[in-house]
T-cell receptor, first 110, second 110 residues
Framework: NAGVTQTPKFQVLKTGQSMTLQCAQD?????MSWYRQDPGMGLRLIHY???????DQGEVPNGYNVSRSTTEDFPLRLLSAAPSQTSVYFC?????????FGPGTRLTVT | GIQVEQSPPDLILQEGANSTLRCNFS?????LQWFHQNPWGQLINLFY???GTKQNGRLSATTVATERYSLLYISSSQTTDSGVYFC????????????FGQGTILTVHP
């Protein structure tokens, strides 16, 4: 199993550009989540999904969209990037309470 | 929402020393996990421990759910233990919704 994979590893965007951060898992986990980590802070939940076709907002959802059309994939979309979205983004998945994290995507918005 | 506080914020040790990290949480939880974020940014699962005690090599953890705290013990520390240790909890209203503490930055000197 590859576990939780994220692409790209690094990305630089200009303000106003859009992009999609990819997340995939091959463990047949029902639950998937996106978090952001800012310097000196713990992770904060952006959006989560309890199964294909079901998503909901977390603590900091503004500026981000998600969808989940398959069990394996949970992409995170930035429609119009802002400097405040400069962060490291982590995707996680799990079958129940225990969650497993991907390697992260470091995003810089200039 | 639930509050998660970790202490100490920073810890500096000599190789071979023992340490205890603490996590306090403000509400009853159905999930508590400890993670190690290594210097490359990867989040590594250490323990899933909503209650009781677990041990894995030089690391052990205890959660006293009724008193709303968890402890992570590191014995005979090694330089590879350096990094940030996070405690994260889940209220159990839905899987995959972790609330993280701010972390403890551990530096182990040779």
């Amino acid at each position: 199993n590859a576990g939780v994979t994220q692409t790209p590893k690094f990305q630089v965007l200009k303000t106003g550009q859009s992009m999609t951060l990819q997340c995939a898992q091959d463990m047949n986990h029902e639950y998937m989540s996106w978090y952001r980590q800012d310097p000196g802070m713990g992770l904060r939940l952006i959006h989560y999904s309890v199964g294909a076709g079901i998503t909901d907002q977390g603590e900091v959802p503004n500026g981000y969209n998600v969808s989940r059309s398959t069990t394996e994939d949970f992409p995170l979309r930035l429609l119009s990037a802002a400097p405040s979205q400069t962060s490291v983004y982590f995707c996680a998945s799990g079958r129940s309470y225990e969650q497993y994290f991907g390697p992260g995507t470091r995003l810089t918005v200039t | 929402g639930i509050q998660v506080e970790q202490s100490p914020p920073d810890l500096i040790l000599q190789e071979g020393a023992n340490s205890t990290l603490r996590c306090n949480f403000s509400d009853s939880v159905n999930n508590l996990q400890w993670f190690h974020q290594n210097p490359w940014g990867q989040l590594i699962n250490l323990f899933y421990i909503p209650s009781g005690t677990k041990q894995n090599g030089r690391l052990s953890a205890t959660t006293v759910a009724t008193e709303r705290y968890s402890l992570l013990y590191i014995s005979s520390s090694q330089t590879t233990d350096s990094g940030v240790y996070f405690c994260a909890v889940d209220l159990g209203t839905s899987y995959g919704k972790l609330t993280f503490g701010q972390g403890t930055i551990l530096t182990v000197h040779p």
